[in-house]
């Protein structure tokens, strides 16, 4: 992270955290931890077509699963992520 880019606004409901990555640092980021104590730390994913497609791979087909049935499964695209919105096409 470039903590002189990090910026925080807080208000009676919410809470917003900016978060700038360091120069050199590329790629959409593929998840973040959060939580009151760093023992305790909750994990959430960005939704972005590579995580939809391992949730799904593992939700849908057990490590025992052949390979002609991972071929199989339906092939998802994320194609539009907006603050009002997802937009995925199987």
């Known amino acids: ?3 002189t ?5 807080v208000s009676a409901h919410n809470a917003a955290f900016v978060l ?3 120069p050199g640092s590329t790629g959409p980021w593929e998840k ?3 939580g009151l104590e760093a023992s305790a730390l909750q994990e959430r994913w960005f939704v972005t077509e590579e995580n939809i497609d391992g949730f799904l791979g593992t939700v ?17 695209e994320v194609l539009d992520v907006t ?3 997802i937009q ?3």
């Open 1 to 3: 992270l470039a903590s």
């Open 5 to 9: 880019e990090t910026s925080v606004n």
């Open 20 to 22: 700038t990555k360091a």
């Open 32 to 34: 973040f931890s959060f």
């Open 60 to 76: 849908s087909c057990p490590s025992f699963c052949s390979q002609s049935a991972l071929e199989s499964q339906p092939l998802i």
């Open 83 to 85: 603050e009002d919105r």
């Open 88 to 90: 995925i096409r199987l």
